[in-house]
């Protein structure tokens, strides 16, 4: 006899959640109904359910406001099985992609969380949304017949790569209630990822932009003629900020906003600078700097022959759309450090420096960015430069490092939502003289969230003043943190960066990485200077492939506690951590072009604790890697010290030596012995 099939209570689940719903007084929106324009739109742009163009339909949705004005899309997915509600894979997390990194729509189109969680990346991707509860609810008779329910409740956001976290364990949705949500918000904001999920979905991520940016370097280059390599860094630069949007307030622009008109003041050029006008001023960017990024942008945006429709389209909502397609989903999803020098790098690959300018734009790489953050010793309360700040990579690593550290001191939501304003508005400052460049920089900032305040396009050896750049600009800069990775063909290899940055703090720790010619001469004269006001803690020899395609020059690390004197008795810790635990490739064509072959994580972060604590936190690095000695401040050649090797044997040695020999000689005689030279006798 066939077994009977069970049939789905759908429609029974429907009716009592959208029954709470109704009871809880929300303006809930059911499957064929409309939310807002730009939510649908991007639900109907978005694969759909089953891998189709579009049409992506939430059983309900609600869009909700907290008490800090930002609005939280809430899509409901309902299933009336008792085994659908989520299927996760071996990591635990929401299996909504195959090992290929392909869209697993079987399971997005049979799960209701899977369902849900795919809705919420297509707002990710297409809106100006950052945070989406994503919530999944199937159903079932037990029994007795009476319906039994499962909810799962998930955060999806840009911060944690789209995923989807669970929240915690629910049996209604009250916690939508007006009275509740704002308590439900501050759980939600509680919700961190494991370093070790963090580092799978980066990895995860950095293949799939690889790939996306091989594209879009490859396509314009071919296919779109007459662009310079500044007019590529600045379309993409007012791309991304004309689609990013503020959620609530200015709506991100479509592929589909661009009619490729001719008409003055409707062009396309005209509508993405409007959008990127409107987007900067609604960010309370000061008027200064407003005025410099429309000025900058435009003399690209506004050209006549970007603008001139050909069959219907112009070049510039070619490019656009190519932009939009390619990048969107990075730099709405999870795009943090990692991929932001990605970006950047690829950029860089496009800008024409002649080969005597190739050290002078290569890019810190993030963990190297993250090192040179916690040597110098920032924290929530740090006033943080960077005097030749390229992209800005250093100062959104420690604008990271800020707000993490600001998220685990300050207990209370209101406290923690002014503080970390503060930081990214003034707690943080950049010089970069090299404005296409300088444009990276805004750009990286602003997606991070937004640091670029005080992002400035001067010289800082000659123009700056040490005052804030916009806003405050009578208030010096109270700068507690200097952080460079300099550009090598400036005066001392760029310690003439150092020494003007430091003479203008009074307390607080620097660290840069520089060529290593800096600290044997190159810079002897600047390296007394500096030590006049500043004390060297630490020098640290880095791997000669850290820049591996991209410069080969030896580095070093110097780490600095500024506002003392050094003295030639003060001890300076020299490590040698040229075995940091990465290994290092150049392959094109590689997925992973940087493996952990040697616990790496963890040497970085023994490498941090032994500057700070000395060598009873070396566990990883090798006692021969490390060696406290001292410096001449009258020198300044002196600073690339080795551990000392021991020339003459000690007593071990020497017992050790000989036991060796004996052993050999025994071995030999026995070995004669067997072919008949009786020489031992009997």
């Given at each position: 006899?066939?077994?009977?099939?069970?049939?789905?209570?759908?429609?029974?689940?429907?009716?009592?959640?959208?029954?709470?719903?109704?009871?809880?007084?929300?303006?809930?929106?059911?499957?064929?109904?409309?939310?807002?324009?730009?939510?649908?739109?991007?639900?109907?742009?978005?694969?759909?359910?089953?891998?189709?163009?579009?049409?992506?339909?939430?059983?309900?949705?609600?869009?909700?406001?907290?008490?800090?004005?930002?609005?939280?899309?809430?899509?409901?997915?309902?299933?009336?099985?008792?085994?659908?509600?989520?299927?996760?894979?071996?990591?635990?997390?929401?299996?909504?992609?195959?090992?290929?990194?392909?869209?697993?729509?079987?399971?997005?189109?049979?799960?209701?969380?899977?369902?849900?969680?795919?809705?919420?990346?297509?707002?990710?991707?297409?809106?100006?949304?950052?945070?989406?509860?994503?919530?999944?609810?199937?159903?079932?008779?037990?029994?007795?017949?009476?319906?039994?329910?499962?909810?799962?409740?998930?955060?999806?956001?840009?911060?944690?790569?789209?995923?989807?976290?669970?929240?915690?364990?629910?049996?209604?949705?009250?916690?939508?209630?007006?009275?509740?949500?704002?308590?439900?918000?501050?759980?939600?904001?509680?919700?961190?990822?494991?370093?070790?999920?963090?580092?799978?979905?980066?990895?995860?991520?950095?293949?799939?932009?690889?790939?996306?940016?091989?594209?879009?370097?490859?396509?314009?280059?071919?296919?779109?003629?007459?662009?310079?390599?500044?007019?590529?860094?600045?379309?993409?630069?007012?791309?991304?900020?004309?689609?990013?949007?503020?959620?609530?307030?200015?709506?991100?622009?479509?592929?589909?906003?661009?009619?490729?008109?001719?008409?003055?003041?409707?062009?396309?050029?005209?509508?993405?600078?409007?959008?990127?006008?409107?987007?900067?001023?609604?960010?309370?960017?000061?008027?200064?700097?407003?005025?410099?990024?429309?000025?900058?942008?435009?003399?690209?945006?506004?050209?006549?022959?970007?603008?001139?429709?050909?069959?219907?389209?112009?070049?510039?909502?070619?490019?656009?759309?190519?932009?939009?397609?390619?990048?969107?989903?990075?730099?709405?999803?999870?795009?943090?450090?990692?991929?932001?020098?990605?970006?950047?790098?690829?950029?860089?690959?496009w800008l024409g420096f002649t080969q005597d300018k190739l050290n002078d734009v290569v890019l810190t790489p993030s963990y190297v960015s993250s090192l040179l953050v916690k040597l110098a010793r920032?924290?929530?309360?740090?006033?943080?430069?960077?005097?030749?700040?390229?992209?800005?990579?250093?100062?959104?690593?420690?604008?990271?490092?800020?707000?993490?550290?600001?998220?685990?001191?300050?207990?209370?939501?209101?406290?923690?939502?002014?503080?970390?304003?503060?930081?990214?508005?003034?707690?943080?400052?950049?010089?970069?003289?090299?404005?296409?460049?300088?444009?990276?920089?805004?750009?990286?900032?602003?997606?991070?969230?937004?640091?670029?305040?005080?992002?400035?396009?001067?010289?800082?050896?000659?123009?700056?003043?040490?005052?804030?750049?916009?806003?405050?600009?009578?208030?010096?800069?109270?700068?507690?943190?200097?952080?460079?990775?300099?550009?090598?063909?400036?005066?001392?290899?760029?310690?003439?960066?150092?020494?003007?940055?430091?003479?203008?703090?009074?307390?607080?720790?620097?660290?840069?990485?520089?060529?290593?010619?800096?600290?044997?001469?190159?810079?002897?004269?600047?390296?007394?200077a500096i030590l006049k006001r500043n004390t060297l803690l630490a020098s640290i020899k880095m791997p000669i492939d850290l820049f591996i395609g991209k410069s080969s020059v030896q580095t070093y690390?110097?780490?600095?506690?500024?506002?003392?004197?050094?003295?030639?008795?003060?001890?300076?810790?020299?490590?040698?951590?040229?075995?940091?635990?990465?290994?290092?490739?150049?392959?094109?064509?590689?997925?992973?072009?940087?493996?952990?072959?040697?616990?790496?994580?963890?040497?970085?972060?023994?490498?941090?604790?032994?500057?700070?604590?000395?060598?009873?936190?070396?566990?990883?690095?090798?006692?021969?890697?490390?060696?406290?000695?001292?410096?001449?401040?009258?020198?300044?050649?002196?600073?690339?010290?080795?551990?000392?090797?021991?020339?003459?044997?000690?007593?071990?040695?020497?017992?050790?030596?000989?036991?060796?020999?004996?052993?050999?000689?025994?071995?030999?005689?026995?070995?004669?012995?067997?072919?008949?030279?009786?020489?031992?006798?009997?």
């Amino acid at each position: 006899m066939a077994k009977k099939s069970v049939q789905s209570v759908e429609p029974m689940v429907a009716d009592i959640v959208n029954g709470w719903l109704r009871s809880y007084g929300l303006d809930y929106k059911l499957e064929q109904e409309t939310l807002n324009t730009e939510i649908d739109k991007a639900l109907n742009e978005y694969a759909s359910k089953s891998g189709g163009n579009g049409g992506n339909r939430p059983d309900a949705k609600v869009l909700l406001q907290d008490k800090h004005t930002n609005y939280w899309p809430i899509l409901i997915e309902y299933k009336g099985y008792k085994d659908k509600l989520v299927k996760l894979d071996s990591d635990g997390q929401v299996a909504n992609r195959k090992s290929k990194n392909e869209p697993n729509f079987l399971n997005i189109n049979s799960y209701a969380v899977n369902g849900s969680v795919h809705y919420a990346n297509a707002l990710l991707h297409y809106t100006s949304y950052t945070d989406v509860i994503s919530i999944g609810i199937t159903g079932y008779k037990n029994e007795n017949g009476e319906l039994e329910t499962e909810i799962g409740v998930y955060y999806v956001s840009k911060d944690n790569f789209g995923i989807g976290q669970r929240i915690d364990i629910y049996t209604d949705l009250s916690f939508l209630k007006p009275n509740n949500f704002d308590a439900f918000v501050e759980k939600v904001r509680d919700l961190e990822l494991t370093q070790e999920e963090v580092d799978r979905l980066k990895e995860q991520r950095e293949k799939e932009i690889d790939a996306s940016l091989t594209k879009l370097n490859n396509d314009i280059y071919q296919n779109e003629k007459g662009l310079g390599e500044n007019d590529r860094v600045y379309l993409v630069a007012a791309a991304i900020i004309a689609t990013l949007g503020v959620a609530g307030r200015v709506k991100p622009l479509d592929k589909d906003d661009l009619h490729s008109s001719t008409e003055v003041g409707n062009r396309d050029g005209d509508i993405i600078v409007r959008k990127v006008r409107s987007f900067i001023n609604e960010k309370n960017l000061p008027e200064e700097k407003q005025a410099m990024i429309i000025r900058t942008l435009q003399n690209t945006l506004m050209t006549e022959n970007i603008n001139k429709p050909i069959n219907g389209e112009s070049q510039l909502k070619r490019v656009f759309s190519k932009i939009v397609d390619d990048l969107g989903i990075y730099y709405k999803i999870g795009l943090n450090t990692d991929f932001t020098g990605k970006l950047f790098n690829e950029m860089y690959s496009w800008l024409g420096f002649t080969q005597d300018k190739l050290n002078d734009v290569v890019l810190t790489p993030s963990y190297v960015s993250s090192l040179l953050v916690k040597l110098a010793r920032v924290d929530k309360d740090s006033y943080v430069w960077d005097f030749a700040t390229g992209s800005a990579g250093l100062l959104v690593a420690a604008m990271n490092e800020m707000l993490n550290d600001a998220k685990n001191k300050i207990k209370s939501p209101d406290e923690l939502y002014k503080k970390e304003a503060e930081i990214k508005a003034n707690q943080l400052l950049g010089l970069e003289i090299l404005s296409s460049v300088y444009m990276l920089a805004i750009l990286n900032m602003i997606m991070m969230g937004d640091g670029s305040s005080n992002i400035i396009n001067e010289d800082s050896l000659n123009q700056f003043n040490g005052n804030y750049g916009f806003g405050k600009t009578d208030e010096k800069f109270p700068a507690t943190a200097f952080i460079l990775n300099p550009p090598y063909s400036a005066e001392g290899n760029g310690m003439i960066f150092v020494k003007r940055a430091l003479s203008m703090m009074d307390k607080g720790y620097a660290s840069i990485i520089i060529q290593s010619s800096a600290g044997t001469g190159k810079a002897a004269g600047i390296n007394k200077a500096i030590l006049k006001r500043n004390t060297l803690l630490a020098s640290i020899k880095m791997p000669i492939d850290l820049f591996i395609g991209k410069s080969s020059v030896q580095t070093y690390i110097y780490v600095f506690r500024v506002g003392e004197a050094h003295e030639n008795d003060f001890t300076v810790k020299f490590i040698d951590f040229t075995n940091d635990g990465y290994t290092r490739s150049n392959r094109k064509k590689s997925s992973n072009n940087l493996r952990d072959t040697g616990h790496a994580k963890e040497r970085y972060q023994e490498l941090t604790d032994l500057v700070k604590y000395g060598k009873d936190k070396m566990h990883y690095i090798s006692s021969d890697c490390y060696h406290e000695g001292h410096i001449d401040i009258n020198k300044g050649d002196d600073w690339n010290q080795s551990a000392p090797i021991e020339t003459r044997p000690a007593l071990d040695d020497f017992k050790k030596t000989i036991g060796d020999y004996l052993a050999w000689e025994v071995s030999n005689l026995l070995k004669n012995q067997g072919t008949g030279d009786d020489r031992l006798g009997k």
